[in-house]
């Protein structure tokens, strides 16, 4: 079966692509390995992922997007170029249209750039549409033509987006660069600092992933790694605990907390009721963090709920958005 439409969530941190009838067929990281000497592409995703500080000095890893934005326009398109290919096969021939997820407070010319490149790596069109819109729709919130307030905080790599949404259109929102990269640094620059121990980004990545939690526990969850010794340069083994990671978290959440305030304040007092009466949503990788919809809760003072399958929203907003095109074209698409 020839795939004409491809739904894109190209983020910072990971790049999600769905095909309607086949569901998720790609769940890879948004990483690509260069030679240096040559510029080409040696491996994308999950393989360039594995060369993260191990790589010679002839080859580089690197991470396209900054921010959720395209910060090198070759490397983004040779990625796109790679998925895309993978997504559609091998003898199809014709050019899929995307829709590919783009950060709410993109400027006119990153939206262009992420068109360009998209055409440029295969598609026949590609309609940019907001990610706090998909990540909405994802989630099962009735986004188009509903006159009710929605709020949702879709927590990806590189950015953490808060947004009220009505009638199909974003009401308020606010874009905050502190999400799981910014995330992975703080556990780094915990470590170091507390214990002179210096370790990588997937070390720190594991480490989110395995104990990570928004808030201090009772029944605290361990973990042990190896890493180097700031003072002597030697391995060292080290035991820490989910409360201590909830310590190197809590600055960035109270920035993501404090958005969510801004955005309310910015909100109508109608749709603030709305919120207040049916909570706010938590999509996007950082959602996963343990008990973060009780930090919310807590700092925001409104009910929060985490979306089923957090990770896939906005991959399943590009879903709903190709199953029904040509109406979506003439609403949301057309929105700037």
């Known amino acids: ?72 326009y070759y490397i983004t398109k040779a990625m796109l170029k790679y998925f895309i290919a993978k997504a559609v096969g091998r003898f199809n021939l014709s050019r899929p249209d995307i829709v ?37 729709l994802g989630a099962g919130i009735p986004v188009n033509a509903h006159h009710s307030g929605n709020m949702i905080i879709n927590i990806g790599g590189g ?6 949404i ?18 992975d640094q703080a556990i780094i620059n915990y470590l170091r600092k507390k214990y002179s121990l210096a370790i990588g980004e997937q070390t720190a990545e594991t480490i989110k992933i395995e104990i990570g939690s928004a808030l201090p526990i009772k029944n605290k969850l361990e973990f042990k790694l190896r890493g180097r010794d700031c003072i002597t340069g ?50 996007g990788g950082g959602a996963q963090l343990r008990h973060i919809n009780e930090f919310f809760e807590r700092a925001v003072g409104v009910p929060s709920y985490i979306a089923e399958e957090p990770l896939f929203c906005v991959a399943k907003g590009t879903g709903l958005i190709l199953s029904h095109l040509d109406v979506y074209k003439r609403t949301l698409l057309n929105r700037r």
């Open 1 to 72: 079966m020839f795939t004409r439409k491809i739904g894109i969530d190209l983020g910072t941190a990971n790049t999600i692509i769905f095909v309607p009838g086949r569901g998720f067929i790609i769940n890879e990281p948004t990483i690509v390995a260069l030679n240096n000497s040559d510029n080409s592409v040696l491996a994308v995703g999950r393989e360039a992922k594995e060369m993260l500080g191990r790589t010679p000095e002839d080859i580089t890893a690197y991470r396209p997007l900054k921010d959720g934005v395209i910060a090198d």
């Open 159 to 164: 950015t953490s987006e808060v947004a009220v």
């Open 234 to 283: 030697l391995p060292r083994d080290l035991v820490v605990n989910s409360n201590e990671i909830a310590e190197a978290l809590t600055p960035h959440l109270v920035d993501i907390a404090s958005a969510a305030q801004g955005v309310f304040n910015e909100t109508p007092p109608e749709l603030v009721a709305d919120i207040m009466e049916k909570g706010l949503i938590i999509s």
């Open 100 to 136: 590919i997820s783009v950060p709410a407070g993109i400027t006119t010319t990153e939206r262009r750039a992420v068109i360009n490149a998209a055409k440029e790596a295969g598609a026949q069109e590609a309609y940019p549409v907001k990610e706090p819109i998909l990540a909405a």
């Open 166 to 183: 009505s009638l199909g259109g974003i009401v308020s929102y606010a874009s905050q660069r502190v999400a799981g990269n910014k995330f």
